[in-house]
């Protein structure tokens, strides 16, 4: 089996959100990069039990971005995985970068592409989707568990308010999110073996973006918490009942 | 003419799809075109009412097959008839399917897509759509440049508009393709509103102290008729399911009223919550960061305040 996992670079979950540019561009300043949790955490971990489970797994990273998602991938090469490829492109359009992991996952002839639920970022949660599109092949979004036997696929999703079980058979392209797996830390032997696996990067060959980021902002900050005494409780059910209106 | 896509689970349609469609309405009317809705598959409900929300028509794949949803049958089906349809903008509810089907269709239409809208697009230069970005910690202003249209909208951003319309209804033959899924089981939450539909959400943190301790906030919940929800601590120690596990690695929820027990607003936690219209922070602590992010504060002990709160509104609701 051959397994594709999307890696994308997100900024730390405590980074500062702030814009330059006359608000068109998200200020990188001092910005920590992490691997985008849902990608490290549940579709990565994933891949590396299924390979636990059956060596001869095949399992590749992909990114679309620049040099600087560099240590992003080779910090994911540290957990696991045989080798990645970087598409140089630094769109942050779906579209995009979803079209550059078709083309590599066409070439690659994948059994089981794993995605995140969505990126921390630009919250698109888009690129599973559009590669169902795609590649003409079942995505399963929102998974939370995945069993193979075989060729044969079982996977648990979430649904609203509840949980959906189904079968199917290669290949798929599942979204991933808790449940799916636990988190791992990186051990030293994993972190020096990340160092000669295998990057290979790709020149970009989508220019055209479906869409344009004109502005950003931030949100009007609260007013200020008002505070009820504890034995008061009455006042707290008057104010969400009168001034929230909202009880 | 805006098309909506209406997503139903169980043969019943989902309350995200009411506000897709108040949406699209809202849209159609700011272009000056009709709003249409597109139903697959058979549901239990009186399909034209509909109307109420703002549909006109409502285009119904009329298949049995369609009741078990899969994201690349219905994104074909979508995208097909959008086509045929002459739809420009095509409208989604932020759901989960509304999500997985959304990219889909956009890549099959050559449309450009924003997912997670909060607002209605400005349409006087050019089509820019409003999203939340960083976990709501931001708004992007995204322009889509291409003739045809997707978005999908955030649930609670927009709010259910409903007047008094019916919608006729339009027989839609198209060939459907086999799904490939093959559902082995359901299990469904029971008696309980799904967290992303809730407008009252009561939720718990590790300063409730163990799963044994989790009775005055249930019975809180249960005096409101709230749904319950925790901070991700909570779900990894295994006190309270995954599902509820709020945040930004979790769900991100929207209700009219969220209410924090025991939680001390991590950054995080906020990223799942701070688009609540309401917020009331319970905390022992009053440096717990979560009360610069609150509406209403209350100092004190959760296991003393939580069960006066209950009592006062079952007390208020009494009394109405
Ligand atoms: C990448 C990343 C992603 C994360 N994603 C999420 C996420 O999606 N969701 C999430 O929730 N967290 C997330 N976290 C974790 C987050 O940083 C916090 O650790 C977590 O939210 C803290 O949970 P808590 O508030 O329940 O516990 P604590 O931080 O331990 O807070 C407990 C609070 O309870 C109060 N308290 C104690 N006793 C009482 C009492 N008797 N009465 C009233 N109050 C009391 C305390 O004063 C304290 O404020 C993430 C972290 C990382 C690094
Ligand atoms: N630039 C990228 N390179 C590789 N994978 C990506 C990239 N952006 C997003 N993904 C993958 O797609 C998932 C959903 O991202 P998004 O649709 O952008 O919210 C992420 O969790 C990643 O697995």
Redesign the interface.
């Known amino acids: 089996m051959k397994i594709l996992v999307c890696i994308s670079k997100t900024?730390d979950?405590?980074s500062k959100?702030a814009?330059t540019e006359g608000n068109t561009k998200f200020d990188e300043n001092g910005v920590q990069w992490i691997i985008n949790?849902?990608d490290e955490?549940y579709s990565l971990v994933k891949a590396i039990e299924l390979k636990e489970k059956d060596p001869s797994v095949i399992i590749h990273l992909i990114t679309v971005g620049g040099a600087d998602t560099e240590p992003i991938i080779r910090k994911a090469l540290a957990l696991g995985g045989d080798e990645a490829i970087r598409v140089n492109n630094t769109s942050n359009d779906?579209?995009v970068v979803?079209q550059e992991i078709a083309a590599i996952a066409k070439e690659g002839a994948y059994d089981l592409i794993l995605t995140g639920k969505e990126t921390?970022?630009?919250?698109?949660?888009?690129?599973?989707?559009?590669l169902?599109?795609?590649l003409?092949?079942?995505?399963?979004?929102?998974a939370?568990a995945l069993d193979m036997n075989g060729n044969i696929a079982?996977i648990k999703r979430?649904?609203?308010?509840?949980?959906?079980?189904?079968?199917?058979?290669l290949p798929i392209i599942l979204?991933c999110q808790?449940?799916m797996a636990e988190q791992r830390i990186p051990n030293m032997r994993g972190i020096m073996a990340a160092r000669t696996k295998p990057l290979k990067v790709v020149e970009a060959t989508i220019k055209n973006?479906?869409?344009?980021?004109?502005?950003?902002?931030?949100?009007p900050a609260?007013s200020g918490?008002?505070?009820?005494?504890?034995?008061n409780?009455?006042e707290?059910?008057?104010?969400?009942?009168e001034e929230?209106k909202?009880? | 003419m805006v098309l909506i896509y209406v997503d139903q689970d169980d043969q019943e349609i989902k309350k995200a799809s009411f506000e897709a469609i108040s949406y699209g309405a809202a849209l159609a009317k700011q272009l000056g075109t009709s709003a249409e809705a597109l139903l697959l598959g058979n549901v239990k409900d009186n399909v034209a009412e509909l109307g109420k929300y703002g549909a006109s028509k409502v285009h119904q794949v009329n298949n049995a097959a369609l009741n078990i949803f899969d994201a690349s049958v219905n994104a074909n089906l979508v995208a097909t008839a959008a086509k045929s349809l002459g739809a420009s903008v095509v409208v989604f509810a932020h759901n989960i399917n509304g999500r997985a089907v959304a990219p889909a269709v956009a890549v099959k239409l050559n449309a450009g897509i924003v997912t997670g809208a909060c607002a209605l697009p400005t349409t006087d230069a050019g089509f820019v759509v409003t999203k939340t970005v960083f976990s709501g910690k931001a708004f992007a202003s995204i322009q889509i440049d291409t003739p045809i249209k997707v978005i999908s909208i955030n649930q609670n951003s927009f709010g259910i508009v409903s007047g008094d319309g019916t919608a006729s209804i339009q027989n839609l033959e198209m060939e459907v393709p086999a799904s490939k899924l093959k559902v082995t089981s359901v299990e469904k939450i029971k008696g309980e509103v799904p967290l992303t539909e809730a407008s009252l959400v009561v939720s718990g943190g590790r300063g409730l102290k163990g799963p044994e301790h989790w009775g005055v906030l249930l019975d809180l919940a249960k005096a409101l008729g709230a749904s319950t929800a925790c901070s991700r601590p909570v779900s990894d120690a295994d006190w309270r399911p995954h599902h509820e596990h709020v945040g930004q690695t979790g769900i991100q929820i929207a209700p009219n009223l969220y209410i924090a027990i025991g939680i001390s607003g991590a950054i995080q936690h906020l990223a799942g919550v701070n688009r609540s219209k309401t917020i009331v922070v319970i905390n022992k602590d009053a440096e717990a960061p979560f009360f610069k992010a609150a509406d209403y504060g209350v100092i004190g002990d959760a296991f003393e305040v939580v069960p006066t709160l209950t009592a006062a509104i079952l007390k208020s609701k009494a009394g109405a």
């Open positions: 900024p979950t405590t959100i814009f949790p849902y955490w779906s579209m979803a921390i970022d630009y919250n698109s949660a888009s690129i599973g989707s559009m169902c599109a795609l003409d092949t079942s995505f399963i979004p929102n939370i079982t979430e649904i609203d308010g509840g949980e959906e079980t189904c079968e199917t058979t979204s808790k449940g973006a479906n869409t344009t980021i004109k502005k950003f902002d931030t949100p609260k918490v008002k505070l009820v005494d504890a034995g409780m009455d707290l059910v008057r104010l969400l009942k929230a909202v009880i």
